[in-house]
């Protein structure tokens, strides 16, 4: 009952539009596949997910960026309204887009050397699939400021202490440590787990408002003379 997504796509798995299209298709086969109760993402590479692919993203107009701040909404989105439950395993870095990627599932689990954050109020944008409402509902109010706001990259154990990562596995056993978890819960009844879950997610989801409020900020963020400046370095 356990399925596994690996992404890979050289070098750091940025989110791309070609890349987004093939894991929105995945997800969506896994969505309408009954044999599966456990779904692991993890990365085929040194790291999960970089975030964006900044170097596709220089060469686009705004009309193209919010198209793929859309394509990227609509396919986290899609994983945290999967029933069975899903779990991110973290190795290396997990950055801006790859960070809020975790943030869709159900639980996270970072090997011991990895890092995450949230870089991009630094490049002159903010989050933009989901990091701002789903980040301060997962670590609070206060400790999600101060990550967005400082775009530090976060060490494996300041993750966990802070609740963002869940669990932490030695660089070697992070593999075997999602599959325990995934076993812990797999023995349990199918529909109480998807009953569960979806009772947990109706009592703290507004995700087409929080979705849409993210989405009026980040466009504000389109004309910033500290963003168009960082995209103009990365084109040269």
Excluded at 72 to 89: G, H, K, R
Aim: net charge negative; with cysteine; glycine share 6%.
């Amino acid at each position: 009952g356990i399925a596994f997504l690996t992404i890979t796509s050289r070098p750091v798995n940025a989110l791309s539009v070609d890349l987004l299209n093939e894991l929105y298709e995945v997800i969506y086969s896994v969505k309408k596949d009954n044999s599966i109760n456990v779904l692991i993402i993890k990365s085929g590479l040194d790291h999960f997910c970089a975030g964006a692919d900044i170097k596709e993203r220089s060469l686009m107009d705004d009309k193209q960026t919010l198209s793929v701040i859309n394509k990227i909404n609509d396919c986290f989105d899609l994983i945290e309204s999967l029933d069975i439950i899903t779990i991110a395993a973290i190795n290396g870095s997990a950055l801006g887009g790859g960070a809020e990627l975790a943030l869709c599932c159900d639980f996270r689990i970072g090997s011991i050397s990895s890092k995450v954050g949230f870089p991009e109020t630094s490049i002159g944008i903010i989050p933009g699939a989901g990091g701002t409402y789903r980040l301060p509902q997962l670590i609070g109010t206060s400790k999600a400021k101060y990550w967005i706001f400082t775009g530090r990259k976060f060490l494996a154990q300041e993750a966990f202490q802070d609740g963002y990562l869940d669990f932490l596995a030695d660089d070697d056993e992070l593999l075997e440590a999602s599959i325990d978890l995934a076993e812990e819960i797999i023995p349990n009844s199918q529909n109480a787990l998807q009953l569960a879950k979806r009772s947990i997610r109706s009592a703290s989801n507004q995700l087409d408002q929080n979705r849409d409020n993210e989405l009026n900020f980040y466009k504000q963020t389109l004309s910033l003379k500290d963003r168009i400046d960082f995209l103009r370095k990365v084109k040269k």
